[in-house]
């Protein structure tokens, strides 16, 4: 078979075999007959051309006759019985027709293709006889009680091709499973002691193309009695040509792919069969049976061993579980007591490095990195941190349903050859993908050999006109490959472990949100209680801190020629402190409005606004006192137009007042690139104010915004209430701005803001 007008690009290591629609062959094999009937009258529409070897009837007489034209009333009946009813369950029906003055035997079997009609496939029987249950029994109990008393699946297998053996006679019988990758291997195996072992080799994926692997889960069972057959046609009469190909998807007749028929006649096979084993309806392997000349089995027979292999893939799951036992006990014990460590964790890293050890044997590896944000935490054997960075950007777009895992990271990151020495294999599970949170294992190169049944690149041929022909290859003898760049696989239940350690650590960050939320919600009940209680206790403190000023000061005018000059000081202490409570008072007033007052907010042209407030402080000093410098223009913003004009005036007085200078210098900018995006997808520009001043320790770069709180003695630098800074940082906070600073004691200062753009 040959392919033509392949792309360019396209690998010559393409299997032609994946192109062939097997399941339409237009011909069936040669020791049965195929009757298509029409639905519901039972038509012959279609036939094999064999009829006249197997019934004495030619393919013209049958041809438009109703089915009653060739059975008796009898079989008649039972074939319409069928029609309602599970084919599985009523297949075989017996069959006898006279033919040539001889009584012939066959077993009918009846389906539904799925282009609704009904298909009639006769296959010679050596009596006519009911179906023995008592027989089927026989050859299964024994079987089945066999494979019941293993506990693995090596030791299932085993049995099961014993078994298998032993009931069809086969020459060999193997259990193939089906790798990740699409190959196969023999892992069990009965035979006679002359012929050469496959047991351990492998079989490329292209051994058996992919929608074969589709035909063997919807078709469980595949015989080939005789390889050497010459596949008969199907025929219709030319008045009642069909308008697509026969889907012989279900048929036990259905002729076989030259490719495979060539495939087992290089292997020097005569007959085989093949019966499928589906684990959650996938194919998970076959059990090829080969025998080294022609062989038919009854249907009755191959329905035994499409038992047998049925009840291997309920027996999976179990015998699957049992493999490496005693290593996932190991494995599930260091669950445990990650998650007893877990639940008493204050934090995921907490959790992971308690014992690092344990970390990486929960999943078998040699070396971890813990991914918190930018931090790296690493234990064992791990890539350097220029490598890791590149693999964990590539990652973050790889997790499916939160994990990944390989065993061949070059593959599909080609970067990793340079670090194959330590990490070939990768398991990984995603926490967070906001806050990029993962836990990564690795495994180093692990040389391995992989035993082929011959080479498994196939023969090719380049034809005349460009295309190529791929032949199944003719030997099998052993061959070695060496496989480098790859790990040992992760096995499910280390990638299981690996998950169950990440619903654990999820379940830590979603106790911690809980506990946060919490705080958040008493936290705006406080505030909201406590800017309310501000907003009254001012108030109500105004009046009587009013009355005790002016009863002060009116003291002093009617009694001062009374009082000695003691008496005086202490009535001028008493009014100078009850202004300074007020304009205390005041700060607080304003300070309490700011958590509940509307923003109103618009354009804003800063162009406009600064320049005023500039005019408003070289008004209040000398023009050799003051140096304030405005670079460049500014762009639009959107804000509160008081409040925005508020941290301008209060930042720049600082500046000017907590200045030893002669020149008091103030610059005010913004800087580049100029918009920064938030997490809400809004853009912000980062302003500064810039001064010459006394400068701020760095111990205090927090005290400083806390309300009321001073640096230095009232009276010094001006007074002040000590409200100012915390006032700022609440308006750009209500304007979902942040505030800092830079500072040098004794050179001045520099408060960075953003505010929306």
Same mark, same amino acid.
């Given at each position: 078979?040959? !392919?033509?007008?392949?792309?360019?690009?396209?690998?010559?290591?393409?299997?032609?075999?994946?192109?062939?629609? @097997?399941?339409?062959?237009?011909? @069936?094999?040669? &020791?049965?007959?195929?009757?298509?009937?029409?639905?519901?009258?039972?038509?012959?529409?279609?036939?094999?051309?064999?009829?006249?070897?197997? !019934?004495? @009837?030619?393919?013209?007489?049958?041809?438009?006759?109703?089915?009653?034209?060739?059975?008796?009333?009898?079989?008649?009946?039972?074939?319409?019985?069928?029609?309602?009813?599970?084919?599985?369950?009523?297949? *075989?029906?017996?069959?006898?027709?006279?033919?040539?003055?001889?009584?012939?035997?066959?077993?009918?079997?009846?389906?539904?293709? *799925?282009?609704?009609?009904?298909?009639?496939?006769?296959?010679?029987?050596?009596?006519?006889?009911?179906?023995?249950?008592?027989?089927?029994?026989?050859?299964?109990?024994?079987?089945?009680?066999?494979?019941?008393?293993?506990?693995?699946? &090596?030791?299932?297998?085993?049995?099961?091709?014993?078994?298998?053996?032993?009931?069809?006679?086969?020459?060999?019988?193997?259990?193939?499973?089906?790798?990740?990758?699409?190959?196969?291997?023999? $892992?069990?195996?009965?035979?006679?002691?002359?012929?050469?072992?496959?047991?351990?080799?492998?079989?490329?994926?292209?051994?058996?193309?992919?929608?074969?692997?589709?035909?063997?889960?919807?078709?469980?069972?595949?015989?080939?009695?005789?390889?050497?057959?010459?596949?008969?046609?199907?025929?219709?009469?030319?008045?009642?040509?069909?308008?697509?190909?026969?889907?012989?998807?279900?048929?036990?007749?259905?002729?076989?792919?030259?490719?495979?028929?060539?495939?087992?006649?290089?292997?020097?096979?005569?007959?085989?069969?093949?019966?499928?084993?589906?684990?959650?309806?996938?194919?998970?392997?076959?059990?090829?049976?080969?025998?080294?000349?022609?062989?038919?089995?009854?249907?009755?027979?191959?329905?035994?061993?499409?038992?047998?292999? =049925?009840?291997?893939?309920?027996?999976?799951?179990?015998?699957?579980?049992?493999?490496?036992?005693?290593?996932?006990?190991?494995?599930?014990? !260091?669950?445990?007591?990650?998650?007893?460590?877990?639940?008493?964790?204050?934090?995921?890293?907490?959790?992971?490095?308690?014992?690092?050890?344990?970390?990486?044997?929960?999943?078998?590896?040699?070396?971890?990195?813990? #991914?918190?944000?930018?931090?790296?935490?690493?234990?064992?054997?791990?890539?350097?941190?220029?490598?890791?960075?590149?693999?964990?950007?590539?990652?973050?777009?790889?997790?499916?349903?939160?994990?990944?895992?390989?065993?061949? !990271?070059?593959?599909?990151?080609?970067?990793?050859?340079?670090?194959?020495?330590?990490?070939?294999?990768?398991?990984?599970?995603?926490?967070?993908?906001?806050?990029?949170?993962?836990?990564?294992?690795?495994? *180093?190169?692990?040389?391995?050999?992989?035993?082929?049944?011959?080479?498994?690149?196939?023969?090719? =041929?380049?034809?005349?006109?460009?295309?190529?022909?791929?032949?199944?290859?003719?030997?099998?003898?052993?061959?070695?490959?060496?496989?480098?760049?790859?790990?040992?696989?992760?096995?499910?239940?280390?990638?299981?472990?690996?998950?169950?350690?990440?619903?654990?650590?999820?379940?830590?960050?979603?106790?911690?949100?809980?506990?946060?939320?919490?705080?958040?919600?008493?936290?705006?009940?406080?505030?909201?209680?406590?800017?309310?209680?501000?907003?009254?206790?001012?108030?109500?403190?105004?009046?009587?801190?009013?009355? @005790?000023?002016?009863?002060?000061?009116?003291?002093?005018?009617?009694?001062?020629?009374?009082?000695?000059?003691?008496?005086?000081?202490?009535?001028?202490?008493?009014?100078?402190?009850?202004?300074?409570?007020?304009?205390?008072?005041?700060?607080?007033?304003?300070?309490?409005?700011?958590?509940?007052?509307?923003?109103?907010?618009?354009?804003?042209?800063?162009?406009?606004?600064?320049?005023?407030?500039?005019?408003?402080?070289?008004?209040?000093?000398?023009?050799?006192?003051?140096? $304030?410098?405005?670079?460049?223009?500014?762009?639009?913003?959107?804000?509160?137009?008081?409040?925005?004009?508020?941290?301008?005036?209060?930042?720049?007085?600082?500046?000017?007042?907590?200045?030893?200078?002669?020149?008091?210098?103030?610059?005010?900018?913004?800087?580049?690139?100029?918009?920064?995006?938030?997490?809400?997808?809004?853009?912000?520009?980062?302003?500064?104010?810039?001064?010459?001043?006394?400068?701020?320790?760095?111990?205090?770069?927090?005290?400083?915004?806390?309300?009321?709180?001073?640096?230095?003695?009232?009276?010094?630098?001006?007074?002040?209430?000590?409200?100012?800074?915390?006032? #700022?940082?609440?308006?750009?906070?209500?304007?979902?701005?942040?505030?800092?600073?830079?500072?040098?004691?004794?050179?001045?200062?520099?408060?960075?803001?953003?505010?929306?753009?």
């Amino acid at each position: 078979m040959s !392919l033509t007008n392949l792309p360019a690009n396209e690998p010559l290591s393409l299997t032609n075999c994946d192109r062939e629609a @097997i399941h339409i062959p237009g011909a @069936i094999q040669s &020791h049965g007959v195929l009757f298509v009937l029409s639905n519901p009258d039972l038509n012959i529409l279609q036939v094999s051309a064999n009829t006249e070897v197997h !019934l004495g @009837i030619s393919t013209e007489q049958c041809l438009g006759q109703p089915l009653s034209w060739l059975l008796t009333p009898k079989e008649l009946l039972a074939i319409q019985a069928c029609l309602g009813k599970i084919f599985e369950q009523v297949n *075989p029906v017996k069959i006898h027709l006279q033919v040539n003055q001889d009584i012939k035997f066959f077993q009918g079997i009846i389906h539904q293709s *799925p282009q609704d009609y009904f298909i009639l496939e006769l296959e010679p029987s050596s009596a006519l006889e009911t179906p023995d249950f008592f027989r089927f029994y026989e050859l299964t109990k024994g079987a089945l009680l066999k494979m019941q008393k293993t506990t693995t699946l &090596h030791q299932m297998c085993t049995v099961l091709v014993q078994q298998i053996r032993k009931i069809t006679g086969f020459d060999r019988v193997m259990v193939y499973r089906f790798e990740t990758d699409g190959s196969g291997t023999v $892992i069990a195996e009965d035979k006679p002691e002359e012929l050469e072992p496959y047991f351990g080799l492998h079989y490329p994926d292209s051994d058996i193309p992919q929608q074969a692997k589709k035909l063997y889960v919807l078709n469980g069972l595949r015989l080939i009695p005789d390889i050497n057959y010459q596949p008969i046609p199907l025929v219709s009469s030319p008045s009642n040509q069909p308008e697509d190909p026969l889907d012989l998807s279900f048929s036990v007749l259905r002729s076989v792919s030259p490719i495979h028929i060539e495939y087992l006649h290089n292997m020097g096979v005569g007959a085989s069969l093949s019966i499928s084993i589906v684990k959650n309806n996938q194919l998970w392997g076959l059990i090829a049976c080969h025998h080294y000349s022609p062989k038919f089995i009854s249907y009755d027979l191959r329905i035994v061993c499409e038992f047998l292999g =049925q009840a291997m893939s309920l027996e999976l799951p179990c015998k699957e579980e049992n493999e490496n036992l005693d290593y996932k006990f190991s494995l599930k014990s !260091l669950q445990t007591q990650f998650t007893d460590i877990i639940a008493q964790a204050g934090s995921v890293t907490d959790a992971l490095l308690q014992n690092q050890n344990n970390l990486l044997k929960l999943v078998g590896a040699e070396g971890a990195v813990i #991914v918190q944000g930018d931090d790296l935490m690493g234990i064992g054997k791990i890539p350097n941190d220029s490598e890791l960075e590149g693999l964990i950007l590539w990652l973050s777009e790889q997790f499916d349903h939160h994990f990944f895992a390989t065993n061949s !990271l070059s593959e599909v990151y080609p970067p990793a050859a340079s670090f194959q020495d330590v990490a070939s294999g990768l398991l990984a599970i995603c926490i967070t993908k906001i806050q990029r949170n993962f836990v990564l294992w690795f495994r *180093p190169e692990q040389l391995q050999y992989v035993n082929w049944a011959g080479n498994p690149d196939k023969p090719k =041929q380049i034809e005349a006109d460009g295309s190529f022909t791929i032949f199944p290859r003719k030997s099998f003898a052993l061959w070695r490959e060496t496989v480098l760049g790859k790990s040992l696989p992760w096995q499910p239940f280390e990638i299981e472990g690996a998950i169950e350690l990440r619903s654990a650590l999820v379940g830590i960050i979603l106790r911690k949100a809980d506990e946060l939320a919490a705080i958040n919600l008493e936290l705006q009940r406080s505030n909201s209680e406590l800017d309310s209680f501000v907003y009254i206790a001012s108030h109500d403190l105004k009046e009587p801190l009013r009355g @005790i000023h002016n009863y002060s000061t009116f003291l002093l005018e009617d009694y001062s020629q009374v009082l000695d000059q003691e008496g005086i000081s202490k009535l001028e202490t008493l009014v100078r402190l009850t202004k300074r409570m007020e304009d205390l008072i005041n700060s607080l007033l304003h300070f309490s409005r700011l958590g509940r007052q509307e923003l109103n907010l618009n354009p804003l042209d800063l162009n406009e606004l600064i320049p005023g407030i500039v005019e408003v402080f070289r008004m209040s000093y000398r023009a050799e006192q003051i140096d $304030i410098k405005i670079p460049r223009s500014f762009p639009m913003i959107r804000g509160d137009k008081n409040l925005i004009q508020e941290i301008f005036t209060n930042l720049i007085s600082n500046g000017l007042k907590y200045n030893d200078h002669a020149t008091k210098g103030i610059e005010i900018g913004y800087l580049d690139p100029e918009p920064v995006l938030d997490q809400e997808e809004k853009f912000f520009l980062t302003f500064y104010i810039r001064d010459n001043g006394i400068g701020i320790p760095e111990k205090h770069y927090e005290t400083i915004f806390r309300i009321f709180k001073r640096l230095h003695a009232p009276g010094k630098y001006g007074g002040g209430t000590g409200a100012g800074l915390t006032i #700022v940082k609440k308006i750009i906070e209500r304007h979902g701005g942040i505030l800092w600073l830079n500072s040098i004691a004794g050179e001045g200062t520099t408060f960075y803001f953003t505010l929306p753009y």
